[in-house]
Nanobody
Framework: QVHLVESGGGLVQAGGSLRLSCAAS????????MGWHRQAPGNQRELVAS???????NYADSVKGRFTISRDNAKKTVYLQMNSLKPEDTADYYC?????????WGKGTLVTVSS
């Protein structure tokens, strides 16, 4: 069983920065993908960024150049550095890990960007 806990959300003004963290507990396999998704009210959950255990990354077009995902395999933690935040980035942000055909999710952390 894998348990994920996100932290770092909050209220920030447009143009500001936040850093989200997600700590995993349990058995994290060498071959796994960790990522961040977000869901705004009335919208579907969407991928923000993902990173493999080898460090390969993938970003949504809307966040490229502004967000950076990173991962510390020894600490079982994934981070999302968010810069130049926009009001449209406001959402619940969820951490996930995909391994052995199973997706595990955290409970989410709220990011609110004021204009």
């Amino acid at each position: 069983q894998v348990h994920l806990v996100e932290s770092g959300g909050g209220l920030v003004q447009a143009g500001g920065s936040l850093r989200l963290s997600c700590a995993a507990s349990g058995s994290i396999l060498r071959l796994s993908v960790m990522g961040w998704h977000r869901q705004a009210p009335g919208n579907q959950r969407e991928l923000v960024a993902s990173i493999t255990s080898g460090g390969s990354t993938n970003y949504a077009d809307s966040v490229k150049g502004r967000f950076t995902i990173s991962r510390d395999n020894a600490k079982k933690t994934v981070y999302l550095q968010m810069n130049s935040l926009k009001p449209e980035d406001t959402a619940d942000y969820y951490c996930n890990i995909y391994q052995n055909g199973i997706n595990y999710w955290g409970k989410g952390t709220l990011v609110t960007v004021s204009s």
